[in-house]
């Protein structure tokens, strides 16, 4: 993207800390019918307020959660990250929730951004060179040593023990779960996150939990609306056709400010 290009260095290196720090919890979702990731603000804020931030060299220095939501919000006319409303969880577990970007830019912790930055492009040719070295060593598998082709039948072997013992525990967990929905109704599920949309380590947590239906889970739950504000159109919007806004940082403190003198005024 142009915008993206045009980014000054010190955003750059902002954007590059946030997208490879492991601490910002990214989750998948669907933007216009493709894969995206997104986060929450809380977490961006809490990576620019810690001690591998302030070691960055040449960005601004952050010493508060408001001064770390200004520089954030000065991120977004760069569409690195935009924010998004995300739509109602879906029913199958497998399934990732739908996102819309917002047509109003501004930086919260309590808001959802979606990003539209991959990193870095080094990794992504390293690893297209790492399958080109991959299929050529895989064509010349007959020129192998002995060893190595005896190391390659181990490897393999190991591997579909690993596959064998996950259909054993898939197999096992569903007859836990056949079971307790009688003894233990609604159920309960052993590793309920193993075939999920989430990290090998993250598949085996928690260890087990009630087999609720996500509408349950959210019963009871009254939902934020965000108040209108006043627009500054600054960008057209990244994923689709509808002309989007970023707030200037200072225009929430200002009509704070104003409501008060107001209030003053009557007094």
Do not use: C
Not at 86 to 92: C, D, L, Q, S, W
Not at 126 to 140: D, E, K, T
Not at 228 to 253: F, L, Q
Request: glycine fraction near 6%; hydrophobic fraction near 45%.
């Amino acid at each position: 993207m142009d915008r993206q290009v045009n980014a000054p260095p010190e955003a750059r290196r902002i954007v590059d800390f946030l997208r490879t720090n492991t601490n910002i919890k990214v989750r998948p979702g669907v933007l216009n019918g493709q894969r995206a990731d997104y986060f929450k603000g809380s977490a961006a804020i809490k990576a620019v307020l810690s001690p591998e931030y302030a070691k960055l060299k040449n960005v601004p220095k952050v010493t508060s959660e408001e001064e770390a939501e200004k520089v954030l919000h000065n991120l977004l006319p760069y569409a690195f990250f935009l924010r998004v409303e995300r739509g109602e969880k879906p029913a199958k577990k497998d399934e990732r929730r739908p996102l819309q970007v917002n047509q109003v830019q501004l930086f919260e912790k309590d808001m959802y951004y979606a990003w539209f930055y991959e990193g870095r492009q080094l990794m992504m040719k390293l690893a297209g060179l790492g399958m080109v070295v991959v299929m050529l060593a895989a064509v010349m598998f007959p020129l192998w040593p002995h060893f190595m082709r005896l190391g390659v039948w181990y490897l393999s072997m190991f591997v579909l023990g690993l596959f064998g013992l996950l259909m054993v525990i898939a197999v096992l967990r569903l007859i836990f779960w056949t079971i307790s929905i009688v003894v233990f109704p609604p159920g309960i599920w052993v590793f309920p996150n193993l075939f999920a949309d989430v990290g090998v380590i993250e598949s085996f947590i928690p260890l087990w939990a009630w087999d609720v239906t996500p509408s349950a889970k959210g019963k009871g739950k009254k939902s934020k609306k965000t108040k209108k504000t006043k627009r500054e159109p600054v960008a057209e919007e990244v994923a689709g056709n509808n002309p989007i806004s970023v707030m200037p940082a200072e225009s929430a403190e200002a009509s704070n400010i104003a409501a008060q003198t107001s209030v003053d005024d009557l007094n």
